[in-house]
């Protein structure tokens, strides 16, 4: 009975540091929302995986990711630079046209009133001579700049494509690890219950009894982890393929 009491104890001083951790977690996740850190918060107490995720099916979807979307913009600016470089090099012709209007009235003199009006028309021809060289070496960075965005865009896509993997296979990896480690939760549960009544039958010691605690508890830890990590890894996939929806 002392033994029982003991780890009972134990117990519920895990239980409530456990509790704290979840009352801070909720305080966190308040001050994300940008919400009073007394306000009421229910978290459902399950943790569902997304099991159809396909690799394919992630790869596909990079293309959405905004920071990947963004390299790409990037290379297009960069080759609008260009061209407008490129055009500064060249003669250019401008046109103008407009309509003037102008009066001139004199109560004396013999000039009494002069009025004149109508459109012109005018053309400008301009020839960079001087300014070639240096419109032609601006052209040559702007090419270079457009090599560096594409490198920096093939980065990008070779690390994310990287890191889809590398989730993929702890996604599958967990995925599959949560199929045994469920097995072994019932089959502890199962020993446990066991170990119980060969316990109340005076057929089995207290040690036996807590080593069959221990192992349930153990499997259930276990059990939560991997879904958690599983879960983690869901996100994440989702996250890289611009795929998270509320």
């Known amino acids: 009975m002392f033994q029982a009491q003991i780890d009972l104890n134990a117990l519920l001083q895990t239980k409530q540091s456990q509790e704290v951790v979840i009352a801070q977690a909720k305080t966190e996740l308040l001050r994300q929302l940008t919400l009073k850190a007394d306000s009421t918060i229910t978290v459902t107490d399950t943790i569902i995986v997304d099991r159809s995720i396909q690799l394919d099916a992630i790869l596909n979807s990079l293309n ?34 407009g309509f003037n209007f102008s009066r001139n009235q ?37 090419s270079i700049n457009v090599r560096n965005a594409t490198l920096t865009k093939e980065i990008l896509v070779r690390d994310y494509n990287a890191q889809v993997v590398k989730s993929y296979q702890s996604y599958a990896a967990t995925l599959q690890q949560l199929v045994t480690e469920q097995q072994n939760y019932d089959l502890s549960s199962r020993l446990l219950e066991l170990t119980l009544q060969r316990f109340r039958l005076k057929q089995a010691t207290i040690v036996e009894v807590k080593n069959a605690q221990q192992s349930f508890e153990a499997s259930g830890f276990r059990l939560v982890n991997l879904n958690f990590a599983a879960k983690s890894s869901e996100i994440e996939l989702k996250r890289l393929a611009n795929l998270l929806s509320l």
Do not use: C
């Open 64 to 97: 959405k990711n905004a920071e990947l979307m963004a390299a790409d913009e990037q290379v297009r600016v960069n080759e609008q630079v260009v061209k407008e470089t490129a055009a500064l090099r060249y003669p250019s012709v401008r046109a103008t046209t």
């Open 106 to 142: 004199s109560a004396g003199g013999q000039l009494l009133l002069n009025q004149n009006y109508g459109p012109f028309v005018g053309v400008s021809i301009g020839i960079p001579i001087y300014n070639g060289t240096i419109f032609k070496r601006q052209q040559q960075v702007a």
